[in-house]
């Protein structure tokens, strides 16, 4: 039987006005670090702030043990 393990990312947004930026080259850089330790990223989804604006967002990774 595969066993899997599981790892949770969370990146917090910027500008509480500006509807919450997220900072693109840092998202990058941790997907592509976590891909290159064998990770696959299986979810990603924002929390709401106010407005429709979000306060994080969090991914999801699994691979294998």
């Keep these: ?3 899997w393990e599981y790892k949770t990312i969370k ?7 500006t509807g ?3 900072d693109l080259n840092e998202f ?3 997907l592509n670090t976590m891909g290159a330790q064998g ?4 979810s990603c989804f924002d929390t709401s702030q106010h407005q429709g ?5 969090i991914c999801v990774f699994k691979r294998k043990k």
Excluded at 39 to 42: A, S
């Design 53 to 57: 604006s979000s306060k994080e967002v």
């Design 20 to 22: 919450g930026k997220l």
């Design 28 to 30: 990058d850089g941790e």
């Design 39 to 42: 990770w696959e990223l299986i």
């Design 1 to 3: 039987m595969e066993q």
């Design 11 to 17: 990146f917090f947004t910027k500008g509480f006005f």
